[in-house]
């Protein structure tokens, strides 16, 4: 293994970090709910009276964060090199499959290893591993 | 439930990714590429927000309920099943291919193009077919085990 200290920024990602953890704290101290993005989505697809405001509330603010981020600051660059074909079956296994694993790197991989969860540590460990042997096919083995 | 508290939490949520490095693709894929050139960066991300979120769980622990006098909604399943596990590798698969989850895809729509935008529909798509499967197997009668539906 070789580090990419040319890409690696461990201050601007710890800072993010605690702005993250700021967030779900907020949201769990005042709305009572878990900040979760796919479950707080998803659950719009089958809405009930009474939960539909706070998760719109939330995802117009995680869409709009971008807007608000460029008044203080220079955005950073993103890098996309997925195809749209790859974009869309990827978008596909991420959607069925934070539904059915009830949960994605937020719910599980932040709300749920800080409450120390069974099911989230199950999970985090899953979609780590099936990220990283996934990046390896397509880095290392397919081409 | 007050959705002023929630617009806000959104925010900085995006606003914590988009400065982390989360929202960027390649990035995540630097991170996830253990074989290649490893950039490490996004575990301290975990790092950073883990101690904050674990803090907010251990003071909304001891309340009845929230600030704003909501319930406290937390998941109380333990239940580490098939159906979790498949669930999270799927996801981490259309992760490890394309470099994005959920809140990312969602906080680089406005300024990521088009790509952003092809994913968020396909992963809504996703989460609508997990939708239409339930839904049509919660209507479906359960069937009678072999046993019980043995002819005499």
């Known amino acids: ?13 710890l800072s993010g970090g605690i702005v993250i953890g700021l967030a779900s704290a907020l949201l769990l101290l005042f709305n009572g709910r878990i900040a979760g993005i796919s479950g707080i989505v998803g659950a719009l697809l089958r809405p009930q009276r009474g939960d539909i405001s706070w998760r719109l509330a939330f995802v117009a603010g995680l869409v709009i964060s971008p807007l608000v981020f460029a008044l203080v600051a220079q955005l950073p660059s993103l890098q996309i090199d997925a195809g749209y074909p790859t974009l869309v079956i990827a978008g596909l296994l991420v959607g069925v499959g934070t539904r059915y694993g009830a949960g994605c790197t937020s719910g599980h991989g932040i709300c749920g290893l800080a409450r120390r969860s069974p099911r989230s540590i199950a999970a985090t460990i899953a979609f780590m591993c099936a990220g990283f042997v996934t990046v ?8 | 439930m007050n959705p002023i508290s929630a617009l806000i939490a959104g925010l900085l949520f995006g606003w914590g990714l988009i400065g982390s490095g989360m929202t960027n693709p390649s990035k995540v894929l630097g991170f996830l590429d253990l074989a290649g050139a490893w950039d490490p960066s996004l575990a301290f991300v975990m790092g950073g927000a883990l101690p904050v979120a674990a803090l907010a769980f251990r003071v909304a622990r001891q309340r009845s309920k929230s600030i704003l006098g909501n319930p406290i909604a937390l998941p109380t399943s333990t239940r580490i099943d098939r159906r979790l596990v498949a669930g999270a590798l799927t996801f981490g698969a259309g992760w490890g291919l394309a470099g994005f989850c959920p809140g990312p895809a969602l906080a680089s729509l406005a300024y990521g193009g088009a790509k952003p935008a092809v994913f968020c529909i396909a992963m809504l798509a996703g989460m609508a ?24």
């Open chain 1, 1 to 13: 293994m070789t580090i990419d200290w040319l890409h690696f920024t461990p201050w601007a990602s």
């Open chain 1, 136 to 143: 390896y096919i397509v880095r290392h083995l397919a081409r």
């Open chain 2, 129 to 152: 077919l997990f939708e239409v499967v339930e839904r049509a197997r919660a209507s479906v009668p359960a069937q009678p085990s072999p046993e019980r539906a043995g002819r005499h």
